[in-house]
T-cell receptor, first 117, second 110 residues
């Protein structure tokens, strides 16, 4: 089945630094990737949608200059949290969607827990 | 955008069927219903999806009413490992987006 690998699973960083999170589709080509964030005891909130080779589309209220998304290939998307602050501490989850057939669904990564100190 | 309404929590005895309802009264004709679940601190796991017909796979069954305004996810024999938050999602027409609602926290007890 379709597998999405997300790395790292946990990261602690100092306030003011940047953190990069990787999302890879291991056995299929992902035409579209999605980034979500989730605060404790809350649901997933869609941050942005990215298509390979084009700029990401951000949801309302999400700062594109703070959350940089790069979708350089059909198997890799990255989310960089720039100048992180404690309020950016959250669970970040990516999702990838393939082209056709069994990979046409949405497969989620295992998430990255970011703690900014 | 079609939105979904789910009860915030449900309990189910181990070995019994868990029936999780979802209302999506504003759903459009070509919008799919997806079900995912999330076990604590993990990414969501795909369960099943459907458009009009009832669907069944190795994990669950999805029953969609004829008017498509509601659906029910059935876990035929719940186990303790089925304890999770279950999300019913209607994919937004003409987009690829999955917008999560608040979900149902299912607790399976021995």
């Amino acid at each position: 089945g379709a597998v999405v690998s997300q790395h790292p699973s946990r990261v602690i960083c100092k306030s003011g630094t940047s953190v990069k999170i990787e999302c890879r589709s291991l056995d299929f080509q992902a035409t579209t990737m999605f980034w979500y964030r989730q605060f404790p005891k809350q649901s997933l909130m869609l941050m942005a949608t990215s298509n390979e080779g084009s700029k990401a589309t951000y949801e309302q209220g999400v700062e594109k200059d703070k959350f940089l998304i790069n979708h350089a290939s059909l198997t890799l998307s990255t989310l960089t949290v720039t100048s992180a602050h404690p309020e950016d501490s959250s669970f970040y989850i990516c999702s990838a969607r393939g082209r056709t057939g069994a990979n046409y669904g949405y497969t989620f990564g295992s998430g990255t827990r970011l703690t900014v100190v | 955008d079609a939105k979904t309404t789910q009860p915030p929590s449900m309990d189910c005895a181990e070995g019994r069927a868990a029936n999780l309802p979802c209302n999506h009264s504003t759903i459009s004709g070509n919008e799919y219903v997806y079900w995912y679940r999330q076990i604590h601190s993990q990414g969501p796991q795909y369960i099943i999806h459907g458009l009009k017909n009832n669907e069944t796979n190795e994990m669950a069954s999805l029953i969609i009413t004829e008017d498509r305004k509601s659906s029910t996810l059935i876990l035929p024999h719940a186990t303790l490992r089925d304890t999770a938050v279950y999300y019913c999602i209607v994919r937004i027409l003409n987009t690829d987006k999955l917008i999560f609602g608040t979900g149902t926290r299912l607790q399976v007890f021995p």
